[in-house]
């Protein structure tokens, strides 16, 4: 069950999104501004998880987002728990470097919560250990690079899970 908005920006596009992209403590405006953008795009909800590293008023994040924030469900969490506690741990995947399971076998459900965390830490262990079996990653090469850039991951898997789902309401 999705948890209770404590506050909202933009306006509502669907009740029902196909997936709800959770951004835990985002701190680079662009990138929020980019995942905002995408959500826009697909009808996807956007989840923002306090602290932010910016307002919400931030001028690169609007700009990032160009004029697509009228159109998004965007809704503010506390803390990653508060997000947690109100939604089924069957309908959430935990999107990490360090899980061990890629993501192209995952069987994603429409509604599901794709959730990332902050661009210079990612999740907490603890939360990646605590639900190993709803941590995925997207694949790399080795010792290539540490991480994908927060914007291009979430691309990556908002895609392939709305693949899965035969891209609902998607032209």
């Given amino acids: 069950m999705p948890s209770q908005p404590r506050d909202r920006v933009g306006k509502k596009i669907s009740p029902n999104a196909p997936l709800h992209i959770v951004l835990v403590e985002p701190q680079i405006p662009p990138n929020a501004g980019n995942v905002a953008r995408l959500c826009a795009a697909t009808g996807c909800a956007l989840h923002l998880v306090e602290p ?3 307002s919400l008023d931030d001028r690169e994040l ?3 987002g160009l004029d697509y924030w009228h159109a998004l469900d965007v809704t503010l969490h506390p803390s990653l728990d508060a997000f947690l506690a109100r939604w089924s741990p069957r ?3 935990l999107m990490s470097t360090r899980a061990t399971r890629g993501f192209e076998g995952a069987p994603f459900a429409y509604g599901d919560a794709l959730i990332f965390g902050k661009e210079t830490a990612g999740l907490a262990p603890e939360v990646l250990t605590s639900h190993p079996d709803r941590t995925l990653r997207i694949p790399m ?10 914007s291009t991951a979430v691309g990556i898997a908002v895609y392939a899970a709305l693949s899965r789902l035969g891209f609902p309401g998607l032209a």
Avoid: E
Avoid at 141 to 150: E, H, K, T
């Fill in 141 to 150: 090469r080795p010792d290539a690079v540490r991480s994908l850039n927060l």
């Fill in 62 to 64: 609007k700009r990032a």
């Fill in 52 to 54: 932010l590293g910016f």
């Fill in 91 to 93: 309908a959430f995947w």
